[in-house]
């Protein structure tokens, strides 16, 4: 160990500016508790948009939209809070920080995490970016290939949708490698 | 995927993780990220994980969750990595993940599968972040 206050976190490069971040604002004072310093470093890297896998304007859905999604966690108390699918909303750790403080529950999604956030006063807006826009018009123009859509018709290892189930084998399971997380 | 816990200076954990999932997902579709002992996990008592890689798979595994109750039983927090990340291996062999694993006295370990997986940490008086590169398992 090398002593603390201590950060770390997945993945170098453009992540680090979220490390030095959580750590200097533990260091500064700016972040008076380990919950503050880590809503400081992934905040950061959601301004950033880290590697594009982080933040707004990355990784588009089928239909071009980029939703977030984020989890906080205090090690003391056990106190989570979450959103998944969030929508038009930017500071995703942000929100999941409201979902802890002020809910008894511990994750919401969706549109209804979006009017969460906004009764919060985050703010509603398009997360899109030219950038995702490009890549999802690639996606579609590339026959919607890599595709993360299994037994239907037409076959989506080929072909764009719109897509109807077919018999489905249950013996085996099915495993992409079209992106990841 | 940034997965991120920190130790304050009383010894307190926090983790966090954020991700816009992964790349022409199905629209509703949710990953590992926001889901407590995938995505991320502390308890401040053992220590923190964070993670990242193939959510659709890895949601499966609670690899975070697995890692601390690793450290809870006396593992290391590199070992404590090794297997979270070879029991996800042992059922997808081809899945890529990465997780890294910090004790409450801040050692810390990484593990990786499907590609070389990196992570920073910062701590005490040191003057600039370390990205360490972990091999594939």
Known sequence: SSGLPFVINTWGGPFTAATDAAYLALVNGTAATALDAVEVGCTTCEANQCDGSVGYGGSPDESCETTLDALIMDGATFAAGAVANLRRVRSAVGVARAVMEHTAHTLLAGDQATAFAVQNGFVEEDISTPDSRAACAEWRAAACQPNYRVAVSPDASVSCGPYTPLQVDNTTSAQTQASHD | ?137
């Open chain 2, 1 to 137: 995927t940034i997965s991120m816990i920190a130790i304050d200076a009383s010894g307190a954990m926090a983790a966090a993780t954020s991700t816009n999932g992964a790349s022409h997902k199905v629209p509703g579709r949710v990953g590992d990220g926001p889901i407590v002992g995938s995505g991320s996990y502390v308890d401040g008592e053992v220590g923190g994980c964070g993670a990242t890689g193939d959510g659709d798979i890895m949601m499966r595994f609670l690899p975070c969750y697995q890692a601390v109750e690793s450290l809870r039983r006396g593992l290391t927090p590199q070992e404590a990595a090794d297997d979270a990340v070879a029991r996800m291996v042992r059922k997808f062999p081809t899945i890529s993940s990465g997780i890294v694993v910090v004790d409450n006295q801040g050692r810390h370990g990484g593990a990786g599968s499907g590609w070389t997986f990196t992570y920073a940490y910062r701590g005490g008086v040191m003057n600039e972040t370390v990205v360490v590169s972990v091999p594939p398992i």
